[in-house]
């Protein structure tokens, strides 16, 4: 168990101490069940009363609150509270070079050291995958895949051949990577299948949720870009391009040759059509259909789709439609 | 194969014998291809005409019909039929210590007797799994997870660390149960991410359906309640709290810490926001969007969200949405 | 790497030279990358300034253009592609007997010969698996089913017992045939689990997507037919009958018994209600709701499902629609 003080930790987060800066703190919790040696969060100061209550040994506080707790005094309250908990609960990362018994690595493929390679892991010919990666059981790395340094994969992960994945990457139990794009051609009544020649390329510091699935390109690349987040049971499409800084929420599903800018956050169900751009900085709110190019920065929602404002109040005169179709019948009569 | 005598049988299920009681039954089917070893069954007195042409060795009625087909009369003819299909077709259960050659378990876990640990399984360090559960190829039970009595876990199916799961659970393949959840701290245009340091439970006699994913608790817990059923494909985010006895059909999603209470019944293809309430004995019809707190017991469905009767009026008025705007039009005319 | 000529290309897809049809080609790529060895397409002639502009070596062409590529005129473009891609990029096939030392098959299954057995793949008792087929690593293979040949198997297929599978069938990564469906007989406030007892059947040169499930029949037989595609990420429902060369695109869901005819083409996220019939020849666009019969051949998109154009039509009202309140306001006023 790691151990820290509440000074050393304000020191990580660039905080300033109120109160007792040598307190001993081993944990993080949340403001109703954290005790004397966790380290709590005050998110807004509507919850003031909460944290003057709390048993918390130290608590992060966007401003001096009245509290028994120790003090980190924070600009931004989450991000700080997340780089805390990742100190006393790192990612799993290699530290010595460990190759299960059961693990399958074809010679022709490099595992730089130190790697830790699970229980029943595939690694094809040819694959490469970097120092500091945990391949945890059951992962397939294809034949020519790339994987970047300090990755963790969980178990189940597919990665199709030819799969290039950065650094810092983590992929979540079985989801996919490099799967065939849905491309056919209609010769008659029958379908030929068009063979998927293209790749997969995923950034650096990118999350992919468990059971997610990314097609690779019918002839280029579908990309996912620097630092995106993507989320459980979520599809993408062949040929996508998925910016950097993206979030993408569970149960969406993107249509090929759809192109999502940088820094656009998708709510959970939503759906694109194919071969749409939506540019950067748009965020898009749950259970909407992109049926159009979304051109400008701003929110959006719905289906019709349309800016958040406007979305939600149709939908309260569609929640009355049926009072507006009796209007509309008695305007008739008269 | 089992064998059984039809009076035997109405004593498993409380029912009364109407015919020969001393009639062999070896298995089940449906009214049109059961034959005269096979007991079938009459759900609603609309089938009369079936069941008095079909082949069947027994029948379960609801009341005693003019056939040939002995007849087990019961008050609940579904359930009384899923009780006699299950002595045939009984669930896979341990019944001695198997563990295949191939499987990975740690020294430090706990495999109670009898088990059945197939090819290809991975169980972690602290595991434990309980007496009688069977573990089909390519499990993965991650480190500390807690498997309770008489499970049956399908191929592929991935328990991240710390799971803990109740008895008779059915969990079907390649479902997720503790992936992290959705959870990242802005920090300029950048994503931190949020540890994701709570777990699951989920309770005795539960079944989860394949390809499904139930994300841990951020810092709390994810909960499906006892009794509660999940079907394929469902995403199930960090924090939420599923109650007993509830049902959902397929391809459902439900954001973060949404609530639901017990009885609930979901068709498919139901997503919610996140931190919502749904009421216990609530119904929701398929392809709803729940967007506010369901405090009342009731059917609803649709999007916008409403009563069951009043969506359906209201789909048909979507449906000539483009007659009741020509009519405004004419009526702005005059 | 495989090489051939302009002309015994042309050949194989009964196309017409015009140009030099000795010239060696090696591979594919679209028109901006082609180099002097690739053959290029020009599916339109639309991109006539890129094709004139283009590197290709070779050009598959629906009529003879300005170009200093050697060309094959053909009547169908997009299928000619295919074919060619193919001849350089085959699928995998097995060629000669090969089973992964890591491999558990079980004494009682049936390998013909070749098949390519990968690295942790199980085959239970008493299943078939035809000649020619590949199994990617970490496939499942459940007691008693049949797999014909040519097919291809990726990392983390689960075939649970008793599901057929026909010729040249490819599965794609973690994809799931033969789940239990969801079916249970309320009894009370509790569930009773109706044993799943039907089984699947997939026909010749069917593909399915990653992730996607399949669930057994309740008592029959969930069935794909000859030809058909299915993307990633859909669900379909026990008991559900879905016709021959339909193509179903990602993220759709169908609920139990739905029975979908031939030659019925979907676009992405679409659900259907259970028990309802598609007729032959439907065209379904993205996002609809199928909740009524389709009888008759035709395009059908939206929610409420409408006919294409007026459902385009609804959607352009429906995005008015707080100018029509407006509108029936003003008038009441009057």
């Not at 895949?145 to 051949?161: A, E």
Request: glycine share 14%.
């Amino acid at each position: 168990m790691h151990e820290e003080t509440v000074g050393s930790l304000a020191e990580r987060v660039g905080g300033r101490v109120v109160g007792d800066a040598g307190r001993r703190i081993t944990g993080v919790g949340d403001l109703r069940s954290a005790g004397p040696e966790q380290l709590g969060f005050v998110r807004d100061l509507k919850y003031r009363d909460l944290a003057r209550a709390s048993g918390a040994g130290a608590l992060l506080v966007p401003e001096p609150l009245e509290t028994q707790a120790a003090q980190i005094v924070v600009a931004n309250v989450p991000a700080s509270f997340a780089r805390i908990a990742t100190v006393f609960f790192p990612l799993p990362r290699a530290t010595s070079q460990r190759v299960h018994p059961t693990a399958v690595v074809d010679p022709g493929a490099v595992l730089e050291s130190p790697v830790d390679v699970g229980a029943r892991v595939v690694v094809e010919r040819g694959a490469r995958v970097g120092a500091g990666s945990v391949l945890k059981a059951g992962v397939t790395v294809g034949e020519g895949c790339r994987l970047g340094r300090d990755c963790v994969v969980f178990p189940g992960v597919v990665l199709y051949p030819g799969v290039t994945v950065g650094d810092r990457v983590i992929l979540h139990a079985n989801c996919v990577l490099g799967s065939d794009g849905f491309g056919y051609a209609p010769d008659g009544p029958r379908y030929v299948k068009l063979p998927q020649l293209g790749s997969v390329e995923i950034g650096d510091d990118v999350e992919i949720g468990a059971g997610t699935t990314i097609d690779r390109g019918a002839l280029g690349v579908t990309r996912v870009g620097r630092g995106t987040k993507i989320d459980n049971l979520v599809h993408v499409g062949h040929n996508c391009t998925i910016g950097e800084d993206v979030a993408i929420a569970g149960f969406c599903a993107f249509s090929g040759s759809t192109v999502i800018g940088d820094r656009v956050a998708i709510a959970g169900h939503v759906v694109s059509s194919g071969h749409l751009k939506v540019a950067d900085d748009v965020k898009i709110g749950g259970n909407s259909v992109i049926y159009f190019d979304l051109d400008q920065a701003g929110e959006y929602v719905g289906y019709p789709l349309q800016e958040k404002r406007q979305w939600f109040r149709t939908l309260r005169v569609l929640d009355k439609l049926l009072e507006l179709q009796q209007d509309v019948r008695e305007l008739k009569k008269r």
